[in-house]
């Protein structure tokens, strides 16, 4: 077993030498580059750092869209058979895809669901399912709302990754920008089937995308 036994330090903060002993042998030594040390540290601290990130996105990511599939099985509970329903089923079958592949994120990055997945899987198919009951136009008024802010939060991380290193996060990239632009197509759809001539339009739009802050906030950190 060796044992350190002293330590002496030359041109300080860069380097020194260690000395250490195994029982019954002559006192050894070898250098450490403290320099090299310290970057160690430094580079660990930043992987650290941007894992802590990464887990982050793909953590309210997952959330996000496990929330809007509940939003839209809400909706098509309600509304599944007027002449809307088909528009729904379309916009619903795309968000099934965008949580496959943030599912298939969370296992291979090994990152923790939030533990508010019980919630949003009663809110969201409360929220779908309130808003049909105020027919097509309520839907897709919380159509428009909830889009608009899943769009803004993605805009906000791809930012954040072109900022940090585009090359290396290519792939989340894409997947986040591809999900960013059904997301802006539903928001258009919704626009289009007459969303801002629903009851209280500006109220409930308000209200709906203060709730989706407050579920991105909160996703992202327990």
Same mark, same amino acid.
């Given at each position: 077993m060796a044992r350190v036994v002293g330590i002496s330090f030359r041109t300080l903060g860069l380097s020194s030498r260690v000395f250490h002993r195994r029982q019954g042998e002559k006192l050894q030594s070898f250098h450490v580059n403290i320099t090299t040390v310290r970057l160690c540290r430094a580079s660990n601290l930043v992987d650290n750092e941007e894992k802590a990130v990464l887990?982050?996105?793909?953590?309210? @990511?997952? $959330?996000?869209?496990?929330?809007?599939?509940?939003?839209?099985?809400?909706?098509? $509970?309600?509304?599944?058979?007027?002449?809307?329903?088909?528009?729904?089923?379309?916009?619903? @079958?795309?968000?099934?895809?965008?949580?496959?592949? /943030?599912?298939?994120?969370?296992?291979?990055?090994?990152?923790?669901?939030?533990?508010?997945?019980?919630?949003w899987n009663v809110a969201g198919f409360a929220l779908g399912a309130g808003t049909a009951l105020l027919g097509k136009k309520g839907a897709m008024a919380c159509t428009v709302a909830v889009e608009a802010s899943i769009s803004e939060h993605f805009n906000s991380q791809i930012r954040t990754l072109m900022e940090s290193d585009p090359e290396k996060h290519r792939a989340l990239l894409q997947t986040i920008k591809k999900?960013? @632009?059904?997301?802006?197509?539903?928001?258009?759809?919704?626009?289009?089937?007459? $969303?801002?001539? $629903?009851?209280?339009? /500006?109220?409930?739009?308000?209200?709906?995308?203060?709730?989706?802050?407050?579920?991105? /906030?909160?996703?992202?950190?327990?």
């Open positions: 887990d982050r996105i793909i953590r309210v @990511d997952h $959330a996000g869209e496990y929330g809007a599939n509940r939003i839209y099985a809400g909706q098509m $509970a309600v509304l599944g058979r007027s002449t809307v329903g088909p528009i729904i089923q379309h916009m619903w @079958d795309q968000e099934k895809e965008h949580l496959k592949k /943030f599912s298939e994120l969370m296992v291979s990055h090994r990152v923790r669901p939030t533990v508010l997945m019980p919630l999900c960013r @632009d059904d997301e802006l197509e539903h928001h258009d759809t919704g626009l289009e089937h007459d $969303a801002e001539l $629903a009851p209280g339009y /500006f109220l409930l739009k308000n209200a709906i995308q203060l709730g989706c802050r407050a579920a991105i /906030f909160l996703s992202e950190r327990v």
